[in-house]
């Protein structure tokens, strides 16, 4: 079964350093997620991107965040300068469609611990 | 989207049917029921969705009650590796964003 794949596993970084962590969607998945669980907290929106753009954001996406599409497999989120709260599980998710009858495929994450 | 409430937790015994309820009372006709779990620290992992009728699949089953105000999600014979916190999430038809809640924590004893 096709699945949603994220590297690393586990990163750390020091507080202040650029980040990018990277997923290989579903192959012929057209919408893009990302999503943040700090421990023990629920997890959280951030991100979902279609046709090359954002098409919607939370508040916790911030402009230190970014999200691309830089070839037709990859699908990375960029944090320019990271601080202590950033620390958390990140999950990419990637679905068929962007309507609410197409579940949500998701990695098994990025541990990412700022220092 | 219409809010979800479900208990904090539940116990089960292994290879007894287990059932996860959801209140949504305030769900619109333009939004669907869903339901994921989360195994410990891994990424949530759907399980089944539904509009207005009950689903089935290799999984679970879902019921969804005629007034769509709550819905169960029935694990049959539910086993060890079953334990987990499963989310029950509504999301409109037209909507980019799944919100997860809280979820119901469910411990499956031998």
């Known amino acids: 079964e096709p699945e949603v794949t994220q590297t690393p596993s586990h990163q750390v970084t020091q507080m202040g350093q650029e980040v990018i962590l990277r997923c290989v969607p579903i192959s012929n998945h057209l919408y893009f997620y990302w999503y943040r669980q700090i421990l023990g907290q629920k997890v959280e929106f951030l991100v979902s991107f279609y046709n090359n753009e954002i098409s919607e954001k939370s508040e916790i996406f911030d402009d230190q965040f970014s999200v691309e599409r830089p070839d037709g497999s990859n699908f990375t989120l960029k944090i320019r300068s990271t601080k202590l709260e950033d620390s958390a599980m990140y999950f990419c998710?990637?679905?068929?469609?962007?309507?609410?009858?197409?579940?949500?495929?998701f990695g098994n994450g990025t541990r990412l611990t700022v220092t | 989207d219409a809010k979800t409430t479900q208990p904090p937790s539940m116990d089960c015994a292994e290879g007894r049917a287990a059932n996860l309820p959801c209140n949504h009372s305030?769900?619109?006709?333009?939004?669907?029921v869903y339901w994921y779990r989360q195994i410990h620290s891994q990424g949530p992992q759907y399980i089944i969705h539904g509009l207005k009728n009950n689903e089935t699949n290799e999984m679970a089953s879902l019921i969804i009650t005629e007034d769509r105000k709550s819905s169960t999600l029935i694990l049959p014979h539910a086993t060890l590796r079953d334990t987990a916190v499963y989310y029950c999430?509504?999301?409109?038809?037209?909507?980019?964003?799944?919100?997860f809640g809280a979820g119901t924590r469910l411990f499956v004893k031998a």
């Open positions: 305030t769900i619109s006709g333009n939004e669907y």
């Open positions: 999430i509504v999301k409109r038809i037209g909507g980019f964003k799944t919100i």
């Open positions: 998710a990637s679905s068929t469609k962007g309507t609410g009858n197409s579940p949500l495929h």
